[in-house]
């Protein structure tokens, strides 16, 4: 098989032939179809988690070396099997499951297999999709998305999942349209949140992007209104837009940034009693100060991807219409260094799907 790899952190991806896997056990092997760029892809590709206060996290330190396959948004067809594989149809194309958890450890057992102990996470713990096949574990990581362009599929399992999950962490249900949610970030991940959160909640929706382009697409997908985050008004413009027409204030905010001044702008901005999830990882350290943190009440929580229930449940909403029309653009696999140096200096629009 071909796949692209990293060779060295954060120096230019390389093609390698390397042997075809046999599918053993529950295991079974698929032809990958389309596979997501997303922009953890960027941090592991440079070979580390930015902690802020100079400190870094290395990629190599959950024991992940060079060299690697990425790639953890995969489609693709089922072409071979192992002995004890049940449930999957041969030649069937199916969207991949990444997020693989060891089913023992705490989290596990504990409703939050997403941050299992152990986790064997396809492209980010062993090989992944950018690759002309894949391994798969087991059948149940595999979901029918029949109805739904192949492309998009592929992206539900990270940009999409990770957004429907952290969303689902608001009260969602209590919102009316003189509460306002604040979206930070419209790339990938802010993109793809602007239309579930518009099929979820009543909230009127304000998104905050530093890059015009990306401001813009989010108006077109569903924003009520767009804000320059990098503007010395900002904070104002957003209130205003909050406070007016009876408005009730930020009720919410999801940050799909995650650097010191997004998380920063959020907090400041929310209303009392508001929620905050943090996404992003681009990373940093924002120091919080305590006081205002009772007083106002707030609730502060961190969202990792997503559950395969959340998964199925969010394939079958966009199967049952949930409309996710976040721009696609497809590159062949052999261009995934490209891929991600263009996600790197801002100039990919929405997602990018790579293609064996
Ligand atoms: P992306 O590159 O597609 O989009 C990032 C967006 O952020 C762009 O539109 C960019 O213009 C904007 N941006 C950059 N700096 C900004 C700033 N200071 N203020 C406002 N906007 C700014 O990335 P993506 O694929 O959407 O991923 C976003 C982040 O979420 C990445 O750090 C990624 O690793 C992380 N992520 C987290 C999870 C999770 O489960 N927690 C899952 C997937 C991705
Ligand atoms: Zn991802």
Not at 94 to 121: M, N, S
Not at 210 to 227: L, Q
């Amino acid at each position: 098989m071909r796949s692209m790899q990293i060779i060295e952190w954060g120096k230019p991806l390389q093609m390698r032939e390397l042997p075809t896997p046999i599918p053993k056990g529950t295991e079974l092997l698929v032809q990958v179809e389309s596979c997501g760029v997303c922009h953890s892809d960027l941090h592991i590709w440079e070979g580390f988690f930015d902690l802020g206060n100079g400190q870094k996290f290395a990629i190599s330190e959950r024991g992940v070396h060079p060299p690697f396959t990425m790639g953890h948004e995969p489609v693709g067809k089922v072409i071979a099997q192992g002995p004890d594989a049940i449930g999957a149809d041969i030649g069937k194309s199916y969207a991949v499951y990444p997020w693989i958890e060891c089913g023992h450890c705490r989290p596990c057992t504990t409703g939050l297999p997403q941050i299992c102990d152990a986790p064997k996470i396809i492209g980010t713990r062993v090989a992944g999709a950018y690759s002309d096949h894949v391994i798969v574990p087991n059948a149940k990581y595999l979901v029918d998305y029949s109805g739904i362009n192949p492309d998009l599929a592929a992206t539900l399992a990270c940009s999409g999942l990770t957004t429907y999950s952290a969303l689902n962490k608001l009260d969602l249900a209590k919102m009316t349209n003189q509460d306002t949610l604040l979206i930070i970030g419209a790339g990938g991940l802010g993109l793809s949140a602007i239309c579930i959160a518009r099929a979820l909640c009543n909230a009127r929706i304000v998104v905050v992007d530093i890059d015009s382009d990306k401001r813009a697409a989010a108006r077109t997908i569903g924003a009520d209104i767009v804000i320059d985050s990098a503007a010395s008004d900002a904070g104002a413009q957003l209130s205003g837009f909050a406070d007016a027409q009876d408005g009730r204030g930020i009720a919410a905010s999801v940050d799909f940034v995650g650097l010191p001044q997004t998380m920063a702008f959020a907090l400041a901005a929310l209303r009392k009693g508001g929620q905050h999830v943090h996404v992003g990882l681009f990373g940093g350290a924002h120091p919080i100060s305590l006081p205002p943190l009772a007083f106002r009440m707030l609730r502060v929580m961190g969202s990792y991807v997503g559950t395969l229930e959340e998964f199925r449940a969010l394939v079958k909403l966009v199967q049952g219409g949930l409309a996710l029309p976040i721009p696609i653009s497809t590159r062949p696999l052999d261009q995934a260094a490209q891929a991600l140096a263009d996600l790197q200096s801002g100039k990919i629009l929405g997602r990018v799907v790579l293609r064996p």
